[in-house]
């Protein structure tokens, strides 16, 4: 049975929502094993995480109108990368330090007046950011 798709989104806090909705069930039918939305950590949130064989695939989800002059990604900044670096090794403190390989993924959602037009998944985006190191 096919989910109907996300009602239009019209403020920013919708979008977002939206674009995490439509994410999810991308990846999903991708063959990822959604474990999580909303990770909150004392410096920072994680969007989704899933798992793909041995691997836990952090998601950072952006969502912009299609009028915005860069990608989404672009927001994906350093401090960005360092604050969701924190938070996935506050996960992975929470899951008691399992052994598994972790990626970082970042998903554009592009919109225009609030109806989804493009999704374009990055896969290993970027790395743990430098200071930290996880296994």
Known sequence: MRR???PPAHTTEE???QGESVARRMLEQNGLKF???NFRGRKGE???VFRTHDTLVFV???SRECTSWTRPSAAVDRPKRLRLSRTALEYLRACGNPEVR???DI???LTQQGIVTDIRHI???FELAAPYRYG
């Open 107 to 109: 998903v554009e959602v």
């Open 60 to 62: 950072e989800v952006k």
């Open 15 to 17: 979008r977002g929502q």
């Open 46 to 48: 994680i969007d989704l």
């Open 4 to 6: 109907p798709p996300p």
């Open 102 to 104: 972790l990626r970082f």
């Open 123 to 125: 896969e290993d985006a």
């Open 35 to 37: 474990l999580c939305a």
